[in-house]
């Protein structure tokens, strides 16, 4: 399976609707790759609280629409980051009362929409993302050929029960877009690495290059496999990373070391 993160740069001279052009043309320019994925809240940035609100779009609005066609005209599974989320009515989620959720979508090669996952663990210590924003409840899989995708976002990487759900479920390789500080890239790396070892799974993880709202971020999005080892890593700035994954190293892996099997406290009952 080949994955390409696109580790793109977030600045403030640049529109959102200019970005998401930027991004769709940059999917497309993947084609050939299996899976590509996108950072969290590039359209606005993720330190940028001022513009949730006024840049929130309901499930299916402009970069929704930008990158389904972007998945289908590249013909990959794509990961398109998340979005700041205005729920309405319309999208089944109950009541238009104007809650803002983190919410990622994932695109099929046809462009459909995959899953959408609302992040579960905001981010601010009672400011910022953690009260302009509401929380997911639900961990989320997407299948994919020869493997399942399981989803969390950013500050989620700080929560290792949120992973073990998703591996009790089946996730055996695990995306994390994020809009992660330099300031604390060191954490970035650590749990990345601590995320794929514990599960015995694929980590890829994407962040943002750029400054957003005066906070300069960390890029070095980075590929974990099962056993810890960073595959690929990238920089500081806008670059596209791309690594060729084996599935099977996953099960390969659970069978000669099976740690997995001795989990004793926290045991889920797995959900189909």
């Not at 580790?7 to 084609?31: F, H, M, N, T, Y």
């Not at 998703?166 to 992660?180: F, K, N, R, S």
Request: aromatic fraction near 6%; charge should be negative; charged fraction near 20%.
């Amino acid at each position: 399976m080949r994955a390409s993160l696109i580790q793109i740069a977030v600045d403030e001279g640049e529109s959102p609707v200019s970005r998401r052009q930027r991004a769709a043309a940059l999917v497309r320019a993947q084609a050939g790759a299996d899976l590509v994925v996108l950072p969290e809240l590039w359209t606005t940035g993720a330190f940028a609280y001022e513009d949730f609100g006024r840049e929130a779009e309901p499930l299916q609005g402009p970069t929704y629409e930008t990158m389904a066609a972007a998945a289908a005209d590249a013909g990959v599974w794509l990961h398109a980051g998340s979005i700041p989320e205005r729920a309405t009515s319309a999208d089944g989620s109950g009541p238009d009362d104007g809650t803002l959720y983190n919410t990622s979508l994932v695109f099929s090669p046809s462009g459909e929409l995959a899953a959408a996952y609302r992040k579960i663990h905001r981010f601010g210590f009672d400011q910022g993302e953690a009260v302009l924003m509401g929380a997911g409840r639900e961990p989320v899989t997407v299948p994919l050929p020869g493997t399942t995708l399981g989803l969390g976002t950013c500050y989620d990487l700080r929560f290792p029960e949120l992973f073990r759900a998703l591996v009790d479920v089946g996730a055996e390789v695990l995306v994390l877009p994020a809009g992660w500080p330099e300031r604390r890239r060191a954490h970035w790396t650590l749990l990345a690495r601590a995320r794929a070892v514990e599960n015995q799974a694929f980590v890829l993880a994407c962040g943002t290059a750029g400054t957003h709202a005066g906070v300069p971020q960390a890029g070095h999005s980075i590929v974990v496999d099962p056993w810890g080892e960073v595959l690929a890593e990238a920089g500081a700035g806008e670059e596209v990373l791309t690594v060729d994954l084996d599935p099977a190293k996953v099960a390969a892996t659970r069978e000669q070391f099976p740690a997995l099997k001795d989990r004793v406290l926290g045991l889920a009952t797995p959900r189909r």
